[in-house]
């Protein structure tokens, strides 16, 4: 029960710390593009795992976690691939309309889900679907206002959904798979995502801004920004693989939503941006959606636990011996009593 408790609450350190990450450096990133007109988002995301990659080179060097290689074409893969989903996803925002890239990022869940279930043979609750339908909806109604379509933006962005879905997937599969932590996973593949970055950053830059990212002007107060968006993001890219890790890729498309929706609230509140009662009820029923889909998932998990835990302390064939009780004349009886052993929550995965 300790196990399962700490486990829990890891979790949920995991999920506060990815919210909060993520709500301050997307903050950081408006102020920086918008205000101070640094438009270059791919290359800002190389700077970020390149930052990230030395500061777990550091704590590697303090022996904060420790490093255990495995197979490397799995990692060379996994961090290629995250670098292409970043950048698609950049480019779909570039090509779209920002409603068409809200719907390209609603589209990321029941795509994840399909995948899990075709691939993994996962099985999502009717109660599961019921609460990830008013998420989307929700989400959908506070965020999507334009749908302007063109080939070459749905292209990309059905490209961004499925390297998107298979990177968090895979993110999930290769801890359990090798047995490594989060921090171990992020810092062998951060080199490779930061190289696709840092080589096609400036071209996929050029491309949406019609300007020179190495031309800009790097004021004081724009290197200020820059340089607190990366120490940030050093947060941001540890609590993503970690709470992945720890819960699932679904899971992390729901906080990931959460997210979106405190992103507005706090637009409003500290930028002024506009906000209108859609917004307002888009959150509310998004809102509804995640403490539907955290209540089902709790229930469930509890579930799989107490079965685990029921399964553990059913006596076997093998601990009792029927022949010594017909030999003492009280056949099974007198050793019915089977010593239970420990029992603990074999279920460490919370599931969505």
């Given at each position: 029960m300790s196990e399962?408790?700490?486990?829990?609450?890891?979790?949920?350190?995991?999920?506060?710390?990815?919210?909060?990450s993520s709500v301050s450096i997307v903050i950081c990133n408006k102020a920086l593009i918008s205000t101070l007109g640094f438009t270059f988002a791919t290359t800002l995301t190389s700077w970020h795992l390149l930052?990230?990659?030395?500061?777990?080179?550091?704590?590697?060097?303090?022996?904060?976690?420790?490093h255990k290689p495995f197979d490397a074409r799995?990692?060379?893969?996994?961090?290629?691939?995250?670098?292409?989903?970043?950048?698609?996803?950049?480019?779909?925002?570039?090509?779209?309309?920002?409603?068409?890239?809200?719907?390209?990022?609603?589209?990321?869940?029941p795509c994840t889900v399909l995948l899990e279930t075709l691939f993994f043979r996962k099985l999502f609750s009717r109660s599961v679907q019921f609460s990830l339908i008013i998420l989307l909806?929700?989400?959908?109604?506070?965020?999507?206002?334009?749908?302007?379509?063109?080939?070459?933006?749905?292209?990309l962005s059905l490209l961004a959904v499925l390297t998107t879905c298979?990177?968090?997937?895979?993110?999930?599969t290769i801890q359990k798979k090798f047995k490594v932590s989060s921090t171990q996973l992020l810092y062998q593949s951060c080199p490779y995502q930061a190289i696709t970055l840092f080589v096609t950053g400036p071209f996929l830059d050029g491309m949406l801004t019609n300007k020179n990212v190495f031309a800009f002007k790097y004021t004081p107060q724009v290197l200020f920004f820059i340089v607190l968006s990366c120490l940030i993001s050093v947060s941001v890219n540890f609590s993503t693989f970690l709470v992945i890790g720890k819960t699932s890729p679904v899971t992390y498309q729901v906080l990931g939503h959460l997210k979106t929706c405190l992103v507005l609230a706090f637009g409003y509140v500290l930028l002024h941006d506009p906000f209108?009662?859609?917004?307002?009820?888009?959150?509310?029923i998004a809102v509804v959606g995640m403490v539907l889909y955290s209540y089902y998932c709790t229930v469930e998990t509890q579930q799989k636990a107490n079965e685990a835990s029921a399964q553990l302390t059913q006596?076997?064939?093998?601990?009792?011996?029927?022949l010594i009780g017909v030999e003492n004349g009280s056949a099974i009886?007198?050793?019915?009593?089977?010593?239970?052993?420990?029992v603990w929550n074999s279920n460490k995965d919370l599931h969505a």
């Open positions: 399962n408790k700490g486990f829990q609450l890891g979790t949920i350190g995991a999920l506060s710390l990815s919210v909060v930052v990230t990659f030395c500061s777990l080179h550091v704590a590697l060097c303090m022996k904060l976690f420790e799995a990692v060379m893969g996994f961090g290629i691939l995250n670098g292409i989903s970043i950048g698609l996803l950049n480019l779909s925002l570039g090509f779209n309309s920002v409603g068409f890239y809200q719907m390209t990022k609603l589209a990321i869940i909806i929700g989400v959908g109604i506070a965020t999507v206002t334009d749908l302007q379509l063109n080939v070459l933006g749905s292209v298979v990177a968090q997937i895979m993110t999930n209108s009662w859609r917004n307002i009820l888009g959150i509310l006596p076997k064939e093998s601990e009792t011996d029927p009886l007198s050793d019915g009593v089977v010593t239970k052993g420990p």
